[in-house]
């Protein structure tokens, strides 16, 4: 429990200003909670909330407690303050990454989800009513918040035991905190997300859960576990997909990028994808080598490796990093869809920065920001720099995969406020390498070119692909699920299916390509492909693609490969291109790989076969069924 001489100045502030949890108008339930808690926390501020995470104002190291009955003193996290931050770091390496089974409906409202009773067998009612009393008897803090953006998301509250204040921190640095003095006129929350972190060891053997309750007046999500990311994060992400799916808009699994070339041509390129599919790389500059060259793979076979030379590569101004809106009330008629950002600041992995100058960029505005950042499974301790490349041990010698920093977008250079229109919404896919001898699905050249049946397709399967490092579960290829946001929705996955299938027809002029990361075949290519993708595409423009440069490719799901293909003068080796013509994969090998990618696809599909499938939908996905080729969805969804 947080000690009463803790707070007293932040206080006495804030009483005499006769603020008390009343300004947020809670609904009855959440008032009766908050009024019969011992002591109830106004948050006011981010740095309000540091001070709460660390212990108190003069605190710089805080561990996060519990009594948790049958199993005593538990310590759920560390908590230290940093030079240019917070730096949390969990007791147990499962806790340090997004278990992807973690959310349950505990009501009866239509959903494609597990519910509370099928999991668990028996009724969320009483385990709710449980966590309302647990958090009662415990110090509280209190925030009001928007989910997403004004005019987009309901009005929110968050209520956590006090001692999780690093929980708070994070909400209210990806969703924002309204101080109560700026509270709209009419703030009603229709949200609430409650922190009951101990019912994780009392209910349910020590995983992550996540209970959605979209009640008559209030949904509710219950964070039964301290990780932000399914709650904090992808908790608030649920709620805009169920908004969306009420309203008949869709709220994207999407990092969105403005790209500037030498030349003051922009293009702006949507990146979709599956947890490490290469949504926040895409916002990256394109790592070099220590003399400057782009490596652009090495192959697993020969040993080879293979250079680039781009003297100057493109101007980044970053849109969003994770989620996004696409509001009806920010499109236009003009044939390309818009977005906006849905977060305040954005949830950043850096496993693949394991060494200084990997990214310079990244590193100095994470060492040295203009405001406190949040870390997560990095090695740092109390009044350190925290740095990026430090990662947390898992065990000896194995680095946690799936460190984090929380950065808001108000530091971010060149960031986008704006509502943008997109030229390019690409799909990437985490891809294991194929050889002859050992076939897989990495067949996907540097890029595809995709009609829109096909780029429906693949947000319908969404891969989670190779060695993901943002989940628990990385075995095998398995699915993420409608428009890679499955795991966060709490509706039902036909109505998502036909809500993107309207969105990209409605939108011609946004184009479609499919982009691999890790390796294209027999090479290790990491995130290179994308960032040459963006490169190449930025420069074309809007100028379209000759015949004599695309091929339809050997495997139908993958579109259009490229038949040639210059950067900066310098010709990409075919073999990047078109996987079968690489000597280590062949067509035998190639063949092998397509048929575990048509098999995956003719697998996931299945599920949304259901009666209330857009009609043209249910034709697309009969198609690939049936083995159609790429003329077969051309047919069905022409493309310029």
């Given at each position: 429990m947080m000690s009463d001489q803790l707070w007293n100045r932040k206080e006495s502030e804030l009483a005499a200003e006769g603020v008390t949890w009343h300004v947020f108008n809670p609904p009855t339930e959440v008032a009766e909670v908050l009024a019969a808690a011992p002591k109830v926390i106004?948050?006011?501020?981010?740095?309000?909330?540091?001070?709460?995470?660390?212990?108190?104002?003069?605190?710089?190291?805080?561990?996060?407690?519990?009594?948790?009955?049958?199993?005593?003193?538990?310590?759920?996290?560390?908590?230290?303050?940093?030079?240019?931050?917070?730096?949390?770091?969990?007791?147990?390496?499962?806790m340090r990454r997004r278990d992807p089974d973690s959310l349950v409906v505990g009501d009866d409202r239509p959903t494609d989800q597990p519910r509370f009773r099928e999991r668990f067998g028996r009724d969320f009612a009483p385990i709710r009513l449980e966590a309302l009393a647990w958090l009662k008897t415990q110090e509280l803090a209190v925030f009001g918040f928007i989910a997403g953006r004004p005019g987009m998301g309901p009005d929110a509250l968050a209520i956590v035991p006090a001692n999780a204040g690093f929980f708070a921190l994070a909400l209210a640095m990806l969703q924002g905190i309204i101080p109560p003095e700026q509270l709209p006129d009419g703030f009603k929350p229709r949200v609430v997300v409650w922190g009951v972190p101990t019912f994780r060891h009392i209910y349910f053997g020590g995983r992550q859960v996540v209970v959605h309750y979209r009640g008559d007046k209030?949904?509710?999500?219950?964070?039964?576990?301290?990780?932000?990311?399914?709650?904090?994060?992808?908790?608030i992400y649920g709620v805009l997909i169920e908004t969306g799916e009420r309203e008949g808009w869709v709220a994207p699994h999407c990092s969105t990028v403005q790209v500037v070339t030498p030349y003051d041509n922009v293009l702006t390129i949507m990146h979709e994808g599956a947890s490490g599919g290469g949504k926040s790389e895409m916002l990256e500059q394109v790592h070099r080598e220590p003399d400057g060259r782009l490596l652009l793979g090495e192959n697993l076979v020969t040993g080879e490796r293979r250079y680039l030379q781009i003297p100057r590569t493109c101007e980044l101004n970053p849109v969003n990093d994770d989620m996004a809106l696409c509001h009806p009330s920010i499109q236009q008629p003009n044939g390309k869809l818009r977005l906006v950002d849905a977060e305040r600041a954005w949830f950043v992995r850096v496993n693949h920065i394991d060494r200084y100058g990997v990214d310079p960029y990244l590193e100095r505005l994470t060492a040295q920001p203009s405001k406190p950042l949040l870390f997560l499974n990095i090695d740092a301790v109390p009044g350190s720099r925290a740095l990026i490349w430090e990662h947390i041990q898992d065990a000896p010698g194995k680095p946690c995969p799936n460190p984090r920093v929380v950065v808001p977008r108000e530091i971010i250079p060149n960031v986008v406020n704006d509502v943008v229109a997109v030229d390019v919404r690409s799909f990437g896919v985490r891809t294991p390498p194929c050889t002859r001898e050992r076939p897989s699905y990495g067949i996907i050249g540097l890029f595809h070119l995709l009609p829109p049946a096909l780029a429906w397709l693949w947000r319908l399967v969404a891969p989670r692909g190779h060695e993901n490092p943002s989940i628990v579960d990385t075995q095998g290829m398995s699915s993420e699920g409608v428009g890679s946001?499955?795991?966060?929705?709490?509706?039902?996955?036909?109505?998502?299916?036909?809500?993107?299938?309207?969105?990209?027809?409605?939108?011609?002029?946004?184009?479609?390509?499919?982009?691999?990361?890790?390796?294209?075949?027999?090479?290790?290519?990491?995130?290179?492909?994308?960032?040459?993708?963006?490169?190449?595409?930025?420069?074309?423009?809007?100028?379209?693609?000759?015949?004599?440069?695309?091929?339809?490719?050997?495997?139908?799901?993958?579109?259009?490969?490229?038949?040639?293909?210059?950067?900066?003068?310098?010709?990409?080796?075919?073999?990047?291109?078109?996987?079968?013509?690489?000597?280590?994969?062949?067509?035998?090998?190639?063949?092998?790989?397509?048929?575990?990618?048509?098999?995956?696809?003719?697998?996931?599909?299945?599920?949304?076969?259901?009666?209330?499938?857009?009609?043209?939908?249910?034709?697309?996905i009969q198609c690939c069924l049936d083995g159609g080729s790429l003329e077969d969805y051309l047919q069905l969804t022409p493309m310029e």
């Open positions: 106004v948050a006011t501020s981010v740095e309000m909330l540091i001070d709460l995470a660390c212990g108190g104002p003069e605190s710089n190291y805080y561990e996060v407690v519990y009594d948790v009955p049958s199993k005593g003193r538990v310590i759920e996290a560390t908590v230290a303050r940093v030079r240019n931050g917070v730096v949390v770091n969990y007791t147990e390496p499962y209030v949904y509710e999500i219950f964070s039964f576990n301290l990780y932000p990311g399914p709650s904090a994060k992808k908790g946001y499955w795991p966060f929705a709490p509706g039902r996955k036909v109505a998502q299916a036909n809500l993107l299938l309207e969105q990209i027809l409605k939108y011609p002029r946004t184009r479609h390509v499919l982009i691999p990361n890790q390796h294209v075949g027999a090479w290790r290519v990491g995130f290179m492909p994308q960032w040459i993708a963006r490169e190449y595409l930025a420069r074309r423009g809007s100028a379209r693609f000759r015949s004599d440069q695309i091929r339809p490719a050997r495997c139908p799901l993958l579109g259009y490969a490229m038949h040639t293909l210059h950067v900066e003068g310098q010709q990409i080796p075919r073999w990047f291109l078109q996987v079968d013509t690489q000597p280590e994969v062949g067509p035998e090998g190639y063949d092998q790989g397509a048929k575990m990618l048509v098999n995956f696809f003719h697998r996931c599909l299945q599920d949304f076969l259901r009666p209330d499938l857009d009609p043209l939908g249910r034709q697309i």
